[in-house]
């Protein structure tokens, strides 16, 4: 998944990038709403996460303009605000959610997972393609009575594929989805991330295919 973090306070937004990082998570961050636009403009994100207090202006009108514009990218907010009145103008502003400052890490991704799941339309994080399952809460792949764990952006991959099964999959998409924009990271990356879960799919109902010219796409075994 690729995230967008605005967030200035540079302490709170390098633990919340190395966290989600370490999750496998591709993390852009921008200190001020202008640079959070810039990025919007060159990225497409599955999730932003929005400080309300920012240098250049009022974070609840940055998430007003990203609903108006017809943005369904999910959006959890983190606010030192605690009112009830607070979290309700948030919640009807178009927020996915909210978490108040300080909050503890495994929350915020709990949330970010609650969010995403509800995007996706699914009721938990298993995701199942011909008797294979994809288990993002334990970080496993599981079929025929094997659970096989994974490397973060192996489990990052395969969610992509997992999410919409026999979709093409361009190498230039998948490297959006994996690496942030600070990463120096070439299509070469991908074609190494496929081969590996292709290996951790073998045996399983499922494989990953070549498209030929366009990219790769999973498709049952």
């Not at 996460?49 to 009108?61: A, K, N, Q, V």
């Not at 009830?84 to 970010?112: H, M, N, Q, W």
């Amino acid at each position: 998944m690729r995230f967008l973090l605005i967030e200035d306070n540079q302490k709170l937004a390098n633990a919340i990038v190395e966290r989600l990082q370490l999750d496998g998570h591709a993390v852009d961050h921008a200190d001020t709403l202008d640079s959070a636009s810039a990025c919007i403009s060159v990225a497409d994100y599955d999730l932003i996460l929005l400080d309300i207090m920012l240098p250049d202006g009022d974070g609840r009108e940055f998430l007003e303009r990203h609903r108006q514009a017809a943005n369904r990218t999910p959006v959890v907010v983190t606010t030192a605000r605690s009112a009830v009145s607070d979290r309700v103008s948030l919640l009807d502003l178009g927020a996915d959610d909210y978490i108040t400052k300080p909050f503890d890490f495994s929350e915020l991704e709990a949330r970010c997972r609650a969010v995403l799941r509800r995007q996706g339309g699914v009721a938990d994080n298993r995701r199942t393609f011909e008797s294979t399952v994809l288990d993002s809460t334990a970080g496993e792949l599981r079929f025929g009575g094997n659970a096989i764990s994974l490397r973060n952006r192996e489990l990052r991959l395969l969610e992509v594929f997992f999410n919409a099964p026999g979709q093409v999959f361009s190498k230039s998409h998948l490297l959006d989805r994996l690496f942030s924009l600070s990463d120096e990271a070439s299509e070469n990356a991908i074609e190494v991330y496929v081969a590996r879960i292709r290996k951790r799919l073998q045996g399983s109902g499922a494989t990953i295919e070549t498209v030929r010219g366009l990219g790769y796409r999973m498709v049952a075994a």
